[in-house]
């Protein structure tokens, strides 16, 4: 039996209440959920009230309209009520759909109608008010609720749970395996949100997948920090259905920015991070370090003996004396840096979304922590190639259990298996531009394999960049280059149809702020730093070691150092910090130009 029809045979059947139900089952006593109140206390909700807060609200949105085919248009912040809702319109064979929180009226009034909301809950006033203002173009929109107490809404969650509940054994029967059990809508980065169809049977195989990819003897009660949008699929598979499946601890933390502080106190077992949270994590610990020159130096010292020999622990080469070696650096100096972040009990950390850097992967398994690289799209469910501990920096993984992955004639990345969508919602012909009859899904991305059946991501393939000789190149690959200058945080490279490479970037605030007071320029910003001829000159001198691994005619040339920072969920970066190329280049066009000038 071939991998892929073990994981069929496996999930046969199932939705993911029927999943939910033997979770509550076999796990009823331990925590599902943990958020923390305006006390500043944690508060603990097992699986088993889990279940009958599911059941209660379930009963709520029922009596408010919600049935089978029916589509809860959430928006809500990281926190159990969340959790709680999604799986109600599941048991209720309706859809549940997240959006951004930053989704505007005419966002939501554009993905509302798209889905055709019959329901919507929110979480505050702000939201509430976005939503009143979308809700008169929103035709199929009946009611909308709101978590929070004192908002003149339709109904609350408080109204929701004070509903007596509903059989969740029967309800479970109400959904079937081809019923969609959402819509997660693309970042947009190249047009229009689409609706990514999502159905059980996706779900159900996807976390089958992923469980056999992590290989691990036991699962519940595994912590995770549930901090990324709900609205993005990695999300969805790390903290929400693996939740609901294989019984994790989550611990809710609603805003993103807090989530090195929450790390510290939950101490996660797994972590799934886009990149640029692993950059702000290396930049700090390094911003940290170098206010003590002396123990950055036996840090980078002990770094740099470990490397090679964590590389051969990674494939069962190295010698009993290397990994005593290793042991030994690792007591003396990783196991306190991953503890003072938060990191020191991590089983497994994930980074995806985004390219990262392999020398900053490679650092982070030199000092303990075991990061791997995992690449897929919402149109796969998450996940497409991916090991979990074999791995290879700078390339994204064999293809996951039952996955099939091959390249087409032209290098773009293609995908086969129970992960792939059902299609784009409303958009057949956009579908039929990705997906074949055999199906095949199209990535849009350009890779390559290596000899193991590694592969390695080169750039999206509208991204490529073609300069003014004919030469093709990858800004993704020169930008994570970039980012390896202590002093730089965020790149991108501009170079399509131009003479030259060049790039736009800007200051990493941690090291820039360890910087100035190197310096004797405490207090000075950003801007500041960022016109200073130090700075400049540091940063033009560290360029031709970052692109060393280029030809000459990829190198960047020149740069042009900015003192802003950009943020996620901007005209400049997606909500996942993806960047938007079309708004970088609009929003910085004078500064492209003077550097061809």
């Known amino acids: ?30 925590v ?58 599941l048991f209720l064979g309706a859809t549940p759909v997240s959006i951004y929180n930053s989704s505007s009226p005419d966002q939501i009034e554009y993905l509302a109608n798209d889905a055709s909301a019959k329901l919507a809950v929110v979480e505050d006033a702000g939201f509430h008010q976005s939503f009143s203002k979308a809700r008169p173009s929103i035709a199929s929109l009946e009611k909308v609720g709101v978590i929070s107490d004192g908002v003149d809404a339709d109904f609350t969650y408080a109204d929701l749970l004070a509903h007596d509940a509903i059989d969740l054994d ?47 003897d036991e699962f519940a009660g595994k912590r995770v ?32 920015t807090q989530f090195a502080a929450y790390a510290g106190e939950v101490r996660p077992n797994i ?55 290793y042991e030994f650096l690792d007591a003396v100096a990783f196991s306190t840096i ?51 501990y074999k791995v290879k920096p700078g390339y994204v993984g064999p293809a996951c259990p039952g996955v099939e992955v091959k390249l087409d004639s032209d290098g773009e990345v293609m995908c086969r298996g129970g992960n792939v969508f059902r299609g784009y919602l409303n958009q057949p012909e956009k579908t039929a531009e990705v997906l074949d009859d055999e199906g095949w899904f199209r990535s849009g991305d350009i890779g390559e394999f290596d000899e193991d059946g590694y592969l390695k991501i080169v750039d999206r393939k509208k991204e490529l960049i073609i300069t003014a000789g004919g030469k093709n190149l990858s800004p993704s690959n020169l930008e994570a280059a970039l980012k390896m200058i202590p002093l730089v945080g965020q790149a991108v490279a501009i170079g399509d149809q131009r003479p030259f490479v060049s790039a736009l970037i800007c200051l990493d605030p941690d090291a820039a702020g360890t910087w100035a007071a190197a310096h004797g320029l405490e207090g000075a910003d950003l801007h500041e730093l960022a016109d200073n001829p130090e700075v400049i000159a540091e940063i033009e001198a560290a360029l031709p070691a970052a692109m060393e691994g280029f030809s000459n005619a990829e190198r960047v040339k020149k740069v042009k150092i900015l003192g802003d920072e950009w943020l996620p969920d901007t005209d400049l970066l997606t909500p996942t910090s993806k960047l938007k190329r079309r708004g970088v280049h609009a929003h910085y066009g004078a500064e492209i130009e003077a550097l061809y000038a």
């Open 1 to 30: 039996m071939t991998e892929s029809a073990s994981i069929e045979a496996t999930v046969a059947g199932e939705t993911i209440p029927t999943m939910i139900l033997k979770t509550v089952a076999a796990h009823g006593d331990l």
């Open 32 to 89: 599902a959920l943990r958020h923390k109140g305006d006390d500043g206390a944690w508060h603990d909700t097992t699986y088993t009230t889990y279940a009958d807060q599911v059941a209660r609200v379930a009963a709520g949105l029922a009596a408010h309209g919600l049935g089978p085919g029916d589509r809860l248009v959430m928006m809500i912040r990281n926190r159990p009520e969340f959790h709680v809702l999604d799986a109600a319109a």
């Open 170 to 216: 029967e309800a479970a029967r109400t959904a079937s395996t081809d019923d969609l059990a959402t819509l997660i809508y693309t970042s947009g980065t190249t047009g229009p949100s689409k609706g990514v169809m999502l159905d059980h049977a996706n779900i159900c195989w996807t976390v089958e997948c992923l469980r056999r990819s992590f290989a691990l």
């Open 225 to 256: 920090v549930s901090y990324l949008p709900m609205a993005h699929i990695a999300e969805r598979m790390v903290s929400h259905y693996s939740m609901m499946f294989l019984g994790y601890e989550v611990s809710c933390c609603p805003d993103p």
């Open 271 to 325: 972590m799934f991070g886009v990149p640029r949270v692993w950059e702000k994590i290396y930049s700090g610990i390094h911003a940290a370090l170098a206010a003590d020159p002396e123990k950055a130096q036996k840090v980078a010292e002990a770094v740099e003996a470990a490397a090679p020999i964590k590389e051969k622990m990674t494939w069962g080469t190295a010698t009993p004396d290397e990994i005593e070696t």
């Open 338 to 388: 991953r503890g003072l972040v938060g990191l020191d009990q991590l089983e497994s950390a994930v980074t995806g979304a985004a390219p990262i850097p392999a020398e900053m992967l490679s650092w982070f398994r030199t000092i303990g922590v075991p990061l791997s690289e995992i690449y897929g799209l919402s149109e796969t469910s998450g996940p497409m190639t991916w090991a979990a």
